[in-house]
């Protein structure tokens, strides 16, 4: 059996006010900058070795990391601590209430000024030294340690964001090192209870979970992984989007983390081995699927929609739904011309790490549930964690079904309609 070793670190990533923050595009409308902190953001190293390599898993509370600065990242990383470039893998919690960190997403960066770009460019430039810190803490942290892992389930603080009644995935994971000094702390759902008018930097409801974990768990580092998260949101289950409803729901799953890390079984572990897999999957083509002639009915139907409804999820849904549309509308040309300059076929890569009876497959995009839970079914692993905004960001990737009725997440897609059926059988080729 392998010497297992595991280290854990945790660093600020907090900058000073100012920034423009990342999630909502009402921000950039508004043109508004964080004005404080309602917390302090982190990013969370998970480093294990065994005989034969090394492994860092870094959680940052930011929304998502560019593809091109995973890169530099890795390369920056891997120079620094000696840590192969491949087995860098880099996990956004997808907090909407952290810097924005992304110079790619298309719709969002048609509304960026040179101020703006300046501005993420700069904190880029900070949070890169802190993750090269925050491995280097982890690395250094390094202690001869057994894996410890369990699962329960959580109701009541997330649901299917497009309609309560899908599927959702209410299952919480950790794996833990034998000396408690932290772990990755597995969950799917969009952290974001505190809205577009909220300028504070926070984790949000995540940044409460983390306190009352710490508190059960004296100098316990929660290193946050959300899941197959692309449709699941607590909109359907927060009372208001108010710094008093993050804690709530926050609490809520800090609480059930903390009763998980008395109920923890042993992970015998062999080897640890990372597969890498390169998934080809292709773009979508507005011309070919008459998207503005769509968008246009579409908006009609929206409005319409929005005068009658009185149900609050419901009515953020059509809002939301009927502002992209709208704005896709408007930049209709330059988003066509945004797609045409990537390639018709996308490699989109996929990193599995397998630690004896636990897989967890590293996807960088926002992945519906439906799909995760199918992944998570088929797999022969008995643990198969979904660690989705990792290793980089291609937007959504949705079930074919949401593109014919127009949905925020199909909007916002990149690829064709059915090609997130190829990337999921891909996984689960491996996975069986």
């Known amino acids: 059996m392998a010497v297992i070793k595991v280290g854990i670190s945790e660093v600020s990533i907090t900058p000073t006010p100012g920034y423009p923050l990342g999630g909502y595009i009402e921000r950039y409308l508004k043109n508004n900058r964080a004005s404080g902190k309602l917390h302090d953001i982190y990013a969370r190293g998970f480093y294990l070795s065994d005989d034969s390599s090394e492994y860092i898993i870094i959680s940052a509370e930011v929304l998502l990391f560019d593809n091109s600065f995973v890169e530099l990242a890795r390369k920056r990383i891997s120079a620094d601590t000696g840590i192969p470039e491949t087995n860098i893998m880099l996990s956004a919690t997808h907090t909407h209430a952290a810097p924005e960190t992304s110079l790619e997403i298309f719709l969002f960066r048609f509304f960026y000024n040179e101020e703006i770009i300046d501005l993420i460019k700069d904190y880029n430039r900070f949070l890169l030294e802190r993750l090269v810190e925050v491995t280097q803490k982890a690395k250094h942290d390094a202690k001869e340690s057994e894996l410890l892992i369990g699962r329960t389930l959580l109701e009541g603080i997330c649901t299917n964001r497009i309609d309560p009644n899908l599927e959702k995935d209410s299952e919480i994971v950790v794996i833990a ?35 009352r974990i710490k508190n059960c768990a004296k100098g316990f580092v929660p290193v946050f992984i959300n899941g197959a998260a692309g449709d699941q949101s607590t909109r359907f289950v927060r009372k208001n989007q108010s710094v008093d409803e993050a804690k709530r729901l926050g609490y809520m799953l800090g609480d059930t983390f903390c009763k998980l890390l008395k109920n923890l079984e042993k ?66 040309e330059k988003f066509d ?69 127009l949905d925020y997440e199909s909007l916002m897609s990149i690829f064709k309609a059915d090609y997130g059926r190829v990337l999921v059988n891909e996984v689960i080729k491996f996975l069986t």
């Not at 772990?183 to 300028?199: E, I, K, Q, R, W």
């Not at 926070?202 to 409460?208: A, E, H, K, P």
């Not at 939301?320 to 408007?330: A, P």
């Open 177 to 211: 090192d034998s000396l408690m000094r932290g772990g990755l702390m597995s969950f799917t759902c969009h952290p974001t209870v505190l809205g577009a008018d909220n300028t504070l930097y926070s984790g949000d409801f995540l940044s409460y979970a983390a306190e």
């Open 267 to 332: 992970i015998d572990v062999k080897e640890i081995r990372l597969i890498n897999k390169e998934v080809e999957l292709k773009r979508r083509n507005l011309e070919e699927e008459k998207f503005r002639e769509k968008l246009e009915a579409h908006i009609a139907e929206l409005g319409k929609m929005l005068e009658y409804e009185q149900d609050p999820g419901k009515k953020r849904k059509i809002s939301q739904d009927l502002l992209t549309s709208k704005l896709l509308l408007e930049t209709y």
């Open 337 to 405: 011309a945004y797609l045409k300059r990537l390639p018709e076929t996308l490699r989109v890569n996929v990193s599995i790490l397998i630690l004896d009876s636990v897989a967890i497959v590293f996807i960088p995009a926002e992945l519906f549930c439906s799909f995760g839970l199918e992944i998570k079914r088929k797999s022969k692993y008995p643990y198969t964690i979904i660690a989705g905004y990792s290793n980089g960001y291609y937007g959504y990737i949705p079930k074919s079904e949401t593109f014919k009725h």
